[in-house]
């Protein structure tokens, strides 16, 4: 990844612990409130 877009940021994450979900999900949640005019929109965690 890091050849083709340096300095893309990577997150590890596991779908069988959900290990780096919270990361992930912080990440599009300030990403998308950012890049829109509405905030009706909220990522949920997903619980366990």
């Not at 509405?38 to 619980?47: D, G, L, P, R, T």
């Amino acid at each position: 990844i890091q050849a083709v877009r340096p300095g893309m940021q990577v997150f590890e994450v596991s779908s069988k612990t959900g290990a780096g979900m919270d990361e992930w999900l912080e990440f599009l949640q300030s990403h998308f409130t950012a890049n829109t005019k509405s905030n009706h929109f909220e990522i949920s965690k997903i619980a366990d």
